[in-house]
């Protein structure tokens, strides 16, 4: 009875009561919201609302700094399993675009809400301040979104995801800029660019050592990790970037999604992606939850006036410039205005930025608790923002007058147009690339070496000379890569032709060589007397120059297992993502036929996918067998993987007509054998013709699957079309035989 009595009285921790309401509120809210058939982050705000401190008819949460700190794991793990889905390539990718698109709202946001912040008389410090602010859409409400709305395979989220990278990047620079500015109360350009080179310095390291290590880390390890203790071995490598993130003095957030990135690179990503989930959904829960409670409903009638001014420049402001900077960097309209409306919120990194104000006294106390309800308010029209901007795009089509339309659809058309690259631009970036890359190992290493090596033999008497040795072991090859290494060589030889060419050429060399010198002689001064550094570097140049095969086999090794780790997911699958491959809105995806599938046998003449569905098969991949540009009479087979060309609509549709004859549904996939070309026609022989007497399926061995005409647009048209004189082909196939084609 004692024992009883006893356990009656024990105190359970605020933490676990606090976490306990909130998720049995968030159960009850999102169940309801999934009745009403609404996304289910709204659900979570409701019950944030609920559970808050403002609402006094319900069961409240003790204490909000546990729920606050639950919340920044769950912006970790969201962060995570971003980069978990979206590696540095698919990045690369969309680089262009997104950095436009980001930049574009960034400065127009910036200015637009200093304007209005001036214009509320607010004054210069807090208006400025919320210009950045505003300028900063939020990456966890636009992924929770996109997942309750299942648009995340779509062709404009890619660009929306990237250029919320390039968002956060940017707001760690402007974080540094606003700090300048009210300590100093003028902007330092010097202290801006410091930082600038730091975060690329850092960017470097992460990316290169962690795709030299993890990825290795991983593979050797395969055999010894049951899912439990993946699943913690990669907890703990995010976590542990977010350390390092964070001591550095930036975004832990950042560094999560940094990791996320490294190990989207290994062949495990999609396994661990699928262990992180329920974690990722678990604490991105708790965050939701904690942005519900700061809706503070006295708050909002108190400052109702500013918090509907501000909410209207967020969804309008950023939905506009948004939209013009994907237009700037050459994507469709729609797409564009479906990138613009996804844009149109603010979240954690406008918290975090009016908490900076906040921290340095020289904002006033309303401006936050305002950016909490205008965040609160923009998180629940995101997901209407989202659902409404394919309508909303074909609207805009139909009333814009339509030589509008059809200047933005030239100009989609020729920047998409324009893959190709002049030789005199992949040389430079070559350079550029070689010279950032190894300049950055060098010289983190040399600092590592200086800061652990160096005092571990300070007992020694000959410990600088040993610290020294070591350092310029480990660096030689990248010494060489940085001096020597030939890069771009068929651009280079064919720029050496030109006269105009050479000088510079023969001057980034030489840059180069003095570069190498430069780091052998801050190596040795970091060790040594300027005297002695000055015989040293001598003597190292004596043996640079006297064991160059032997440098040149390491630096190979090192970059091959390098190459090996990046290309990893790639090679081990035998696929990558064909965006390249199709124009306009157009995408390619990847289907497995199932074993009981009841296509299986049929020739593609028999499917008739073209006819009833638009879409084109690019080729089927039979085991270690593809074909390419496939016949109509190719037929089938079971475990075949075949590459559709088609618009998101049509995919879907397709992916319906196959689960309906038991077929699953894969992730994209490349093949390096064919290629996209645009092809204005001109040769009088095909006009007048059909695609098919034409006979360019067999010369090109492709696929016709687009044409403009007169500004229309005929994704994947029927091979009974007839060309016309001025019409813009768009074909898929090989490569050299496009080329010729071209060139005829």
């Not at 004692?2 to 306990?20: N, T, Y």
């Not at 010894?224 to 964070?246: Q, W």
């Not at 064919?494 to 006269?499: A, G, P, T, V, W």
């Not at 690019?618 to 087979?637: M, T």
């Amino acid at each position: 009875m004692s024992f009883f009595l006893a356990a009656s009285v024990v105190h359970l921790p605020d933490l676990i009561s606090d976490l306990g309401l909130i998720l049995v509120t968030a159960a009850i809210a999102v169940l309801i919201f999934r009745l009403l058939k609404q996304p289910l982050v709204l659900g979570y705000l409701v019950a944030g609302f609920l559970a808050g401190s403002e609402t006094r008819f319900f069961p409240t949460v003790k204490d909000i700094n546990s729920v606050n700190v639950w919340a920044e794991i769950g912006v970790i793990f969201l962060l995570f399993s971003l980069g978990l889905e979206f590696s540095f390539k698919k990045l690369m990718k969309v680089g262009g675009t997104a950095s436009i698109t980001a930049v574009t709202q960034i400065i127009g946001m910036v200015a637009l809400g200093y304007l209005v912040g001036e214009w509320m008389d607010w004054g210069t410090m807090n208006s400025i301040f919320l210009g950045v602010i505003l300028s900063i859409s939020s990456t966890t409400i636009i992924l929770k979104t996109f997942d309750e709305l299942g648009v995340k395979a779509q062709k404009f989220a890619g660009n929306v995801l990237g250029a919320l990278i390039v968002q956060d990047i940017l707001a760690i620079l402007m974080m540094v800029m606003l700090s300048t500015v009210a300590v100093s109360q003028h902007f330092s350009g010097t202290e801006l660019l410091q930082s600038v080179l730091k975060l690329m310095f850092f960017l470097i390291i992460w990316f290169v050592v962690g795709i030299f290590f993890i990825p290795t880390l991983l593979k050797k390890a395969k055999h010894l990790l049951t899912d439990e203790m993946l699943l913690i071995v990669s907890l703990a490598l995010c976590l542990l970037m977010v350390l390092f993130a964070a001591n550095v003095g930036f975004s832990p957030a950042l560094g999560a999604f940094i990791m996320g990135s490294i190990i989207a690179e290994t062949t495990q990503a999609e396994h661990i992606e699928h262990l992180v989930k329920p974690v990722k959904d678990l604490f991105g829960a708790v965050f939701f939850v904690s942005v519900g409670m700061l809706i503070d409903p006295e708050m909002l009638v108190k400052h109702a006036f500013p918090v509907a001014v501000l909410t209207f420049v967020v969804i309008f402001g950023q939905s506009i410039f948004a939209t013009i900077g994907t237009l700037i960097s050459g994507q469709q309209l729609k797409q564009s205005v479906q990138t613009g409306m996804s844009l149109s919120q603010i979240g954690e990194f406008s918290f975090i930025i009016a908490t900076l104000g906040m921290t340095l006294k020289v904002t006033s106390d309303f401006l936050y608790p305002i950016i909490v309800a205008v965040s609160a308010i923009t998180t629940f029209t995101t997901p209407f923002m989202v659902k409404f901007a394919t309508p909303f795009a074909i609207y805009l089509e139909k009333k814009l007058p339509k030589k509008w339309v059809k200047r933005i659809d030239r100009y989609s058309a020729n920047a998409q147009a324009i893959s190709s690259e002049s030789n005199w631009r992949i040389v430079l970036k070559a350079y550029l690339l070689q010279v950032a890359i190894h300049s950055t190992i060098i010289v983190s290493i040399i600092i590592l070496s200086s800061r652990f090596v160096l005092p571990m033999l300070n007992k020694s008497e000959f410990a600088h000379i040993i610290a020294a040795l070591i350092t310029l072991i480990i660096i030689s090859p990248f010494l060489y890569a940085l001096s020597l290494r030939r890069v771009a060589i068929v651009q280079v030889n064919e720029l050496l032709k030109e006269r105009k060419y050479r000088g510079p050429i023969i001057m980034m060399v030489f840059l180069r060589a003095v570069l190498t010198l430069v780091f052998l002689g801050f190596l040795l001064n970091v060790f040594f007397s300027p005297g002695i550094a000055f015989v040293a570097l001598i003597v190292s140049l004596i043996i640079f120059w006297m064991f160059p095969k032997k440098l040149t086999a390491r630096y190979y090794k090192i970059e091959q297992r390098f190459i090996k780790n990046l290309n990893g997911r790639e090679l081990a699958k035998a696929k990558r993502s064909r965006s390249d491959l199709t124009p306009w809105d157009g995408h390619m995806a990847t289907f497995d036929i199932a074993r009981e599938s009841n296509i299986a046998g049929k020739t593609l003449e028999e499917l008739q996918l073209r006819e009833d569905l638009g879409i084109n098969v690019a080729y089927i991949k039979r085991g270690d067998v593809i074909i390419n540009i496939p016949s109509k009479n190719e037929r089938i087979f079971p475990g075949d993987e075949i590459g559709i060309i088609g618009t998101d609509l049509q995919v879907k549709e397709l992916k319906l007509f196959l689960a309906q004859n038991e077929t699953d549904a894969k992730p994209e996939l490349k093949d390096p054998d064919i290629v996209l070309r645009q092809i204005y026609l001109k040769n009088q022989s095909y006009i007048g013709k059909s695609i098919r007497d034409s006979n360019l399926k067999e010369k090109t061995s492709g696929l016709v699957v687009g044409i403009e005409r007169n500004g229309n647009r005929f994704l994947n048209p029927e091979s009974s079309m007839i060309l016309s004189d001025g019409d813009i082909l768009w074909i898929v196939g090989n490569k050299s035989l496009l080329n010729q084609l071209t060139h005829n």
